[in-house]
């Protein structure tokens, strides 16, 4: 490692770690009373309102879509923000962090089998492994080996890995629009679109507590400006300084990270296969991305 790398290597860590605060933000959020929809939208919509705000003071032409690319940004509301908080909250809420984040970086996995499936991309062996890696990871992390405890988180493990899927689809919407668009572009109308789709949802009795509760609505503002935006903010800084590669592996910390958060403020525990688990996973997750910098190089 190159020491003019490091600033890149700290800033993907940074974003991993204020991703792995989202359980945190959640927990405590709902102890205010605020349903998990509320949460999420309110969520998208301050970091929306943040972007709209930047690129309207600052690059106001940034703002421009062309009409035949509403159909990708719509997908890309409805089911790379939209669908993604909403099953992630809920995998949170129904497992606890270190789990839900260990599903949700089935990721990887599910845009490889989207590339093979979809864009015909050739399969290979690393590609294969990497996948059973990740499908031996999932049964170890949902408790495969107590089925009674599996029957019993299966709605969890459910909504875990539908947020594995529709992260995969958010990173495969991102790709198609930033070759058209900037990133602050990209993230403003997905952010945005999502946060319109989630609007009818919402609970007015909610959002007017959440107004009204000054400490509620300092919690959401840090949630929507710290690891909604900022973590994205720092992870794409870091992709300036080091290759996109190298900086999903170091993003792996999150579920780590987050596991240990919830051990420490929320007194959560994996079980030893469980992190063996969340291990088989992370390293599926390495070895993909290796793959992809060893065909691009």
């Known amino acids: 490692m190159r020491s003019e790398n490091l600033p890149g290597y700290g800033l993907a860590l940074v974003a991993a770690c204020l991703w792995a605060t989202l359980g945190l933000f959640y927990k405590a959020l709902e102890s ?7 949460i999420v939208f309110c969520r998208a919509a301050v970091a929306t309102l943040a972007l ?3 690129l309207g003071w600052r690059r106001r032409s940034w703002l421009k879509v062309e009409r035949r690319d509403w159909p ?9 923000v939209a669908a993604f908080y909403i099953l992630y909250i809920y995998a949170i809420a129904l497992l606890g962090m270190g789990m839900a984040a260990a599903l949700m970086y089935t990721a990887p996995a599910w845009v490889t089998v989207f590339s093979v499936l979809l864009f015909w991309e050739r399969p290979s062996l690393t590609k294969g492994g990497a996948v059973l890696l990740t499908c031996a990871g999932c049964a170890l992390v949902g408790q495969a080996y107590d089925p009674a405890r599996m029957r019993l988180n299966l709605p969890g493990i459910l909504a875990g890995l539908g947020a594995g899927l529709t992260y995969g689809l958010y990173t495969i919407f991102s790709k198609a629009a930033q070759r058209r668009y900037t990133l602050w ?3 403003a109308y997905a952010l945005g679109i999502g946060t319109l789709f989630m609007t009818p949802f919402q609970s007015p009795a909610d959002l007017a507590r959440a107004l009204s509760d000054s400490t509620a609505l300092s919690w959401l503002l840090l949630l929507g400006l710290g690891p909604t935006l900022g973590g994205g903010l720092a992870f794409n800084a ?3 300084r080091i290759p996109a590669s190298n ?9 780590f990270v987050a596991a240990l ?6 007194g959560e525990r994996l079980e030893a296969w469980q992190w ?6 992370v390293t599926a997750v390495v070895i993909l991305q290796s793959d992809r910098a060893g065909r691009s190089a």
């Not at 990708?72 to 790379?80: D, V």
């Not at 063996?276 to 996973?281: F, N, R, S």
């Open 247 to 255: 900086a999903s592996v170091v993003a792996t910390l999150e579920p």
């Open 238 to 240: 870091a992709l300036r």
């Open 261 to 266: 958060l919830g051990w420490v403020f929320l």
């Open 185 to 187: 572009t990209t993230l």
């Open 72 to 80: 990708l940004f719509l997908a890309f509301g409805l089911l790379g």
């Open 52 to 54: 709209f705000a930047v």
């Open 276 to 281: 063996l688990g969340a291990a088989l996973i």
């Open 32 to 38: 205010y009373g605020l349903s998990r929809f509320t």
